[in-house]
């Protein structure tokens, strides 16, 4: 049956098995390599220095698609002073399939320079030690994907019999592999500098010669820094651009974004997409959820993961909901889908940041589901498809567009009392509320003051009670983040939300006085207020709330 459907709606079978061909690496470093010395000294003195603190029979480098692992770690093999120092080097393309059996042939074969027959893994293991036996090896294992502390296991007690200062170099996106592979270092691969990456484009889309027209390089940074120092992504550009006048053509090319680009010439999508396509499909969800926010911006990592939550891509194990939320933020953050991760004063993670280009893989893969609204022009880009919409501070939105998301399950924005209830009664299934009516949103804890007369403050004279009306009729919401200095009463009908789990008031900071009728709010877990909130006392109802933790 499926067979014949495949053929009736002409369905192809594709797979990566041509990006990963096309990616396949050798030992061979390109011929124009800028910004890299100082991280390849640093790695040399690690290999070769045996009686460091921090030696490691594994040595990891870390990163971002894209980020130059490969080519750093090429430049070390080719190096000198390695070849010199270690008596066998050999050099494994490893990508997604961690096959031990695979590895070890492979190492055999570059080591006796004859093609092996496929032999059994104990014939393998003892001919492999047989050759490396008291002598010092680097074994480079290029883009590897394996997080299973079994094989990392096995592998390393078929290599253990080398001679002393022998060393395995792993490139790898996730810290997880690194974690496992070796727990004492892990290395991270740096950003190139503006500097590096403009003299990077010299080389590769000018032939290096440097321009005399001090437009041209003013032109070049404003494309460079969308590339934010990724070498992938600076060469991908360099490529587009070699056959366009610098002079007239590249300011066209400045308004455009990786994404705009189309994946055939789009090498550094191409690549950061393997990264997602590795992902289980829940932490596909969590992750282009994030889309919603807007790029460089600090998040919060608790209402993020109970925002995931909210939207049920968290299931509840025996841990709790939250712990497993924590624990796949984690998981993404390993991959190098998170970044600048920062924690408080007891070790606990707060905040962090999504790479830019990791956002626009975000943006790339959500185009119609997702939508972050910044201006005007993008509000025909709302659809019945639409499920996640944030509409961005300073954009005016007309309630008729809003008839074709009627399906959302987030909505988050920045309007007035006025204009956010004739919206909301056109969503019947949201689970995520953010109406804000400050400069704030979900990612920044405390607000910027307005100005009296933003168009963002109008309409407060009035009672919010018919804007809560409306919100106590969203039966399936579970997260409400309500910002709104000049609200002193939180209104009785959202006692009517018995499905919530997050009420979030922290930025309500005249607030005098809750719902008589809080004890209906069965589920609430977390109660958010601001700490210089002016309540007098808390309704008899509150002891009520059995699931309450915050």
């Keep these: ?101 695979g590895i070890l042939g492979m190492i055999l074969q570059s080591i006796s320079r004859e093609s092996q027959p496929d032999l059994a893994l104990d014939v393998l ?27 990392w296991e096995a592998l390393g007690k078929y290599l253990k019999v080398g001679g002393s200062g022998s060393r395995v170099l792993v490139t790898t996106r996730s810290k997880e592999v690194a974690e496992i592979s070796s727990r004492i270092l892990k290395l991270g691969t740096r950003s190139l500098s503006l500097d590096e990456s403009w003299s990077l484009m010299v080389e590769k889309a000018l032939h290096g010669k440097v321009p005399q027209n001090p437009n041209v390089e003013r032109t070049g940074k404003e494309i460079l820094r969308k590339c934010c120092g990724v070498p992938l992504a600076v060469s991908t550009i360099a490529g587009l651009l070699r056959s366009k006048d610098p002079e007239t053509e590249w300011s066209l090319f400045s308004e455009n974004d990786l994404t705009s680009i189309s994946e055939e010439k789009n090498l550094t999508m191409s690549t950061l997409r393997l990264s997602f396509n590795h992902l289980p499909s829940h932490l596909k969800r969590c992750f282009t959820y994030c889309k919603l926010f807007p790029k460089g911006c600090k998040l919060y990592v608790q209402p993020l993961v109970q925002l995931w939550i909210a939207q049920g891509y968290i299931k509840s194990g025996d841990e709790g909901s939250e712990e497993m939320g924590l624990h796949c933020f984690k998981m993404l953050w390993w991959r190098s889908f998170f970044q600048e991760v920062k924690m408080d004063k007891l070790g606990n993670i707060e905040t962090c940041k999504i790479h830019d280009l990791v956002h626009d893989l975000a943006s790339s893969l959500t185009r119609a589901k997702i939508l972050k609204i910044s201006d005007s022009s993008a509000l025909k880009n709302i659809s019945s498809k639409t499920r996640h919409l944030a509409v961005m501070q300073g954009t005016r939105v007309g309630a008729g567009y809003m008839r074709e998301a009627s399906k959302s399950r987030t909505f988050m924005c920045h309007m007035p009392i006025e204009e956010s209830r004739k919206i909301i009664r056109y969503f019947r299934f949201l689970r995520v509320l953010v109406i804000s009516l400050e400069r704030d949103l979900l990612y920044w804890r405390s ?104």
């Excluded at 003892?126 to 502390?149: M, Y």
């Excluded at 009728?517 to 601001?530: A, C, E, G, P, S």
């Design 125 to 151: 293991k003892d001919k492999i030690q047989e050759e490396i036996c008291g002598r010092r090896f680097l074994f480079v294992l290029d883009d590897v994907w394996e997080e299973n502390v079994e094989s």
């Design 1 to 101: 049956m499926i067979s014949i459907d495949k053929v009736n709606f002409k369905l192809e079978v594709r797979t990566e098995q041509a990006l990963v061909s096309c990616r396949e690496t050798d030992s061979c470093p390109p011929i124009v390599v800028i910004g890299r010395e100082v991280d390849k000294r640093r790695i040399i003195q690690l290999l070769l220095n045996s009686n460091s603190e921090d030696s490691s029979f594994v040595v990891p480098i870390v990163g971002i698609g894209g980020l130059g692992k490969t080519t750093l770690t090429q430049l070390v093999y080719c190096d000198d002073q390695v070849k010199a120092h270690f008596e066998i080097r050999v050099w494994v393309y490893v990508s997604q399939k961690f096959d031990i059996k």
């Design 447 to 550: 607000p910027l003051k307005l100005e009296e007369d933003s168009w963002l403050l109008r309409g407060h004279n009035r009672q919010d009670s018919e804007l809560f009306d409306c919100i106590g009729e969203l039966k399936h919401l579970r997260f409400l983040r309500f910002s709104c200095q000049q609200m002193t009463k939180l209104p009785d009908s959202v006692t009517n939300l018995l499905t919530m789990q997050v009420l979030d008031l922290s930025l309500c900071s005249h607030l005098t006085e809750l719902p008589r009728d809080i004890r209906k709010l069965v589920n609430l877990k977390h109660l958010y207020l601001d700490p210089s909130v002016k309540l007098t006392h808390m309704p008899k109802g509150i002891g009520e709330l059995a699931s309450l933790q915050t």
